[in-house]
């Protein structure tokens, strides 16, 4: 009892100093008290994580080296060194660590559930299952089985095995006998436990079984809210129709605004009809079906949107099946009208309609967008009397540019645009009145539509006079000025554009949409500065720095100014280091507290965040601008360097997993589309072309590693040259892959397109040859050619290359008429120029030193 309380005490001050981020202070005091005591092994170990977190790695290193070979048992110095090994992500070493403790402790049960989570960490699903066994025999309580069942389950589904059809179903199985003999024995007792057993069935489509098990006296008693849609799924997976349409009446009548249930419902009177297999109770008929929405509507105490929707979804149904949807239900265009006669004053009607436009024959759109502005009753000369008949007039005009109606002449477009003007101004006095700095504008819709337009220039000074009189009303010319930018190939429209952004941001600060179109502007004209403004005061955060990054971070290597681009991935790059780690320990909660049917999500998350396209492109700038950075002494760079832990001789990044997390409609957008994926077509070639950016890029960084360790490792001189000729035939190889493919730069049709990848730029800029001329100048000077030389002057070539390609775009630019307009590709072709003599001059600059 002595030696535990003077050892709590002196271990105290140390937890103390380090949970405060005191680290040098927990440093002298792990010191001191290894003074007094050098052979306890949790002091060298808080020693060794206050080393760590001081970035004096080799020392820690050592030192957990040490501890780690003297197989430490107890629980103080264990939980100590798996912090040091989180810090150094070497979450394998964690199961050592304790494998070897369970070995001197077999029947430890804190030991054990330790071992298991740090297999958990791993994804080791097989040692999982077994150590998950060990702690039942040991202590046979219900979570530890379980344990190993969802071993068995992630082994079937998620492990080497799970692509080997006859092993997935071999495992499932088992899993599936382990719970039976759990249920046999009556130790079920928990709904996580039955949730498991069902996705076990649903896994080997079992759902007869899975049906029953949820409808029996086990199910009902210990899963008792078990949701509907659990019991629907199975219905229609059993192809139960008839029950499925009994059901969801009766979910419709409580409640008749659930959109899905009408799709599910439609869908069962589909399959009832085509199977023509009569069901008590049930529709199986058009008509029935027809009779039953109008009934919904009829009966319902207040009007919903529900019933009128699927009305829409039946019959577009109809018309797939070449049946007369018309003789049943009426013109298509007119059920679209009444729709909006009931809900057009809802914000949320526009995309209704818009559900259905695709099923709305091309040529009668015209004639849909002309009747929704007659039913407003609203023209240029008559404004809304009321919020709900400006909303319904919103609305009509959000469909009609959809539907193409705002394809007009410039003389029709500049007065359209003053009518929206008009509008805006009167919706902003009468209804806008006595908003919160939070609130949107009630009338800002028409801004954002009217941005779609086009409209003829005038003069200069009128345009000041509207920004600095009109101010926040002339929101509605941002996509105008656009639009004439792009006919006019000039800037000015474009910088009229931000100064009636910025007036309106003034008014209303938490208007998000200004300055998302702010920040896309700004990154059109090549404005750094302006861009990293506009998106600090967007305050992204979190997962958002995934979904949103694309905008703003994925463009600052176009700027070339380190000092903004810098703290940008330091940010990026923390969040997703921090997400990963957090999602492990949600991993192990969710084993704690039994929430099997959590598990896979988390897992699921961790994986799309650590293959995301974004997190890979911004950890590999970060790399580049780390090496063009690089000015310090020899030492300083070497250690800078090996803090990388780049291996040139393996790519690390798993091609086939990297995931597209971008959120592309984040900016609202009302464009035309000439077809309706055409957005997801965008994003798709996108994604492809930014994901060859990444293989470059990342391959650069290696070669330039590469070349490091060729120059200044001499005792595996052999193996870096190998390995470097190796890059090289992957480099060539590459390059001639991507120019084969053809890429093409995504529309800049609207001003809230994707901006083209910066594939591009890379390859209208001198990388190819460069990094080849200096990989073989490294292996010929390495290697003692006597064709050392000519690399030497192929490079210098290149150097001169370089130089007249800067000095031409620096001087085309000069003699520009309008700076702005071309500043983005200019900026970019200047930024690559010096990006490749940066990477060639570090190359001799280790020379040098060396």
């Not at 150590?131 to 082994?155: D, I, T």
């Not at 729709?339 to 526009?350: Q, S, T, V």
């Not at 003007?421 to 949107?440: I, K, R, V, W």
């Not at 030389?789 to 130089?803: H, I, Q, T």
Request: glycine fraction near 4%; include cysteine.
């Amino acid at each position: 009892m002595q030696d535990s309380s003077i050892m709590e005490r002196r271990l105290r001050p140390i937890y103390d100093c380090l949970e405060s981020g005191n680290n040098k202070k927990a440093l002298q005091e792990a010191e001191k008290a290894l003074k007094k005591t050098p052979n306890i092994l949790c002091f060298k170990a808080l020693k060794a994580l206050a080393l760590l977190r001081m970035s004096r790695d080799e020392e820690a290193d050592t030192l957990v080296g040490e501890i780690a070979a003297k197989n430490p048992s107890d629980d103080s110095t264990l939980q100590v060194m798996t912090f040091c090994y989180k810090e150094r992500e070497e979450f394998s070493k964690i199961c050592t660590l304790y494998s070897n403790a369970a070995k001197q402790n077999p029947g430890c049960e804190d030991i054990l559930s330790h071992l298991f989570i740090s297999y958990v960490r791993v994804n080791d699903f097989s040692s999982q299952q077994l150590v998950a066994m060990q702690l039942y025999k040991l202590k046979p309580k219900n979570p530890y089985y379980f344990w190993a069942v969802m071993s068995v389950v992630l082994k079937a589904v998620r492990g080497p095995d799970s692509k080997i059809p006859e092993k997935r179903k071999l495992l499932l199985t088992l899993a599936q006998r382990m719970i039976d003999k759990q249920i046999s024995e009556n130790k079920i007792d928990a709904e996580q436990e039955v949730q498991l057993y069902l996705s076990i069935l649903k896994y080997q489509q079992k759902y007869a079984e899975a049906l029953d098990f949820l409808e029996g006296d086990l199910g009902r008693k210990i899963y008792p809210g078990a949701p509907v849609e659990l019991k629907i799924e199975l219905l229609k997976s059993l192809d139960r129709w008839g029950e499925c349409n009994v059901l969801l009446k009766d979910l419709l009548r409580e409640n008749p605004d659930r959109w899905d249930y009408h799709k599910d419902y439609i869908l069962s009177v589909t399959k009832l009809k085509q199977s023509s297999v009569a069901f008590d109770g049930a529709d199986c008929t058009f008509e029935q079906c027809y009779e039953f929405l109008c009934q919904l509507i009829e009966s319902g105490a207040r009007v919903v949107r529900g019933p009128f929707l699927g009305r829409l979804e039946l019959h577009h149904t109809m018309t797939d099946l070449n049946e007369n949807a018309s003789e049943l239900l009426g013109d298509f265009l007119e059920l679209l009208v009444e729709y909006f006669r009931k809900f057009g004053d809802k914000a949320c009607c526009a995309n209704d309609i818009i559900l259905f436009l695709n099923f709305l024959e091309a040529e009668r759109r015209a004639e849909l967008a002309s009747r929704l502005l007659e039913v407003c009753e609203i023209s240029s000369t008559k404004l809304p009397q009321n919020k709900e008949q400006m909303q319904k007039h919103i609305c009509s005009l959000q469909v009609s540019r959809i539907c193409g109606a705002h394809a007009l002449s410039t003389e029709h477009l500049a007065a359209l645009y003053t009518a929206f003007s008009l509008h805006y101004e009167h919706g902003t006095t009468a209804f806008g009145s006595d908003l919160l700095p939070t609130d949107m504008g009630p009338s800002d819709s028409y801004a954002l539509l009217a941005g779609e337009l086009g409209l003829a220039p005038f003069d200069v000074q009128i345009k000041l006079e509207i920004i600095f009189n009109n101010g926040v009303n002339d929101f509605l010319a941002v996509h105008v000025m656009y639009d004439l930018s792009l006919k006019l190939q000039t800037s000015e429209h474009l910088i009229e554009a931000l100064c009636l952004l910025h007036y309106l941001l003034s008014n209303s600060p938490s208007n998000f949409h200004a300055k998302l179109l702010c920040l896309q502007i700004y990154h059109l004209i090549g404005c750094g500065w302006g861009a990293h403004k506009t998106s600090e005061s967007l305050e992204m955060k979190y997962v958002q720095l995934d979904s949103m990054g694309y905008l703003h971070v994925s463009q600052l290597p176009l700027i070339g100014i380190p000092s903004i681009a810098k703290p940008w991935y330091d940010s990026t790059l923390r969040f997703f280091t921090s997400s990963y780690k957090e999602s492990l320990e949600y991993l192990a909660m969710c084993y704690k507290f039994g929430s099997f049917s959590k598990l896979e999500e988390f897992m699921d998350f961790r994986d799309k965040l650590s293959n995301s396209l974004h997190f890979l492109l911004i950890s590999t700038e970060a790399v580049l601008l780390e090496f063009v950075c690089l000015c310090g002494l020899y030492a300083q760079n070497m250690a800078a360097i090996k803090a990388m832990k780049i291996v040139p001789s393996q790519d690390r990044i798993q091609w086939d997993q990297v995931t597209d997390n971008r959120d592309i409609s984040v900016i609202v957008k009302w464009n035309a589309q000439t077809y309706p994926n055409a957005d997801a077509d965008m994003k798709r070639e996108s994604f492809a072309q930014d994901v060859e950016l990444v293989r470059i890029r990342s391959m650069l960084a290696r070669i330039i590693c590469g070349c490091v360790e060729a120059i200044t490792h001499k005792e595996t001189k052999n193996k870096d040259i190998e390995t470097m000729k190796q890059l090289k035939h992957s480099w060539t190889d590459l390059w001639l892959r991507i120019r084969n493919a053809n890429y093409k730069p995504t529309s800049n049709q609207y001003l809230v397109n994707l901006l083209p990848s910066r594939l591009h730029g890379i390859m209208a800029a001198p990388y190819e040859a460069s990094i080849i001329h200096l990989i073989e100048m490294v292996l010929q000077i390495e290697e003692r050619h006597s064709t050392a030389k000519l690399s030497c002057d192929a490079l210098c070539d290149d150097f001169n290359l370089v130089r007249r390609l800067l000095c031409d775009t620096i001087t085309e630019y000069n003699e520009s008429s309008d700076l702005a307009w071309k500043r983005r590709n200019s900026q970019e072709t200047i930024v690559n120029c010096i990006e490749v003599s940066a990477h060639s001059f570090y190359q001799l600059k280790i020379w040098n030193n060396r």
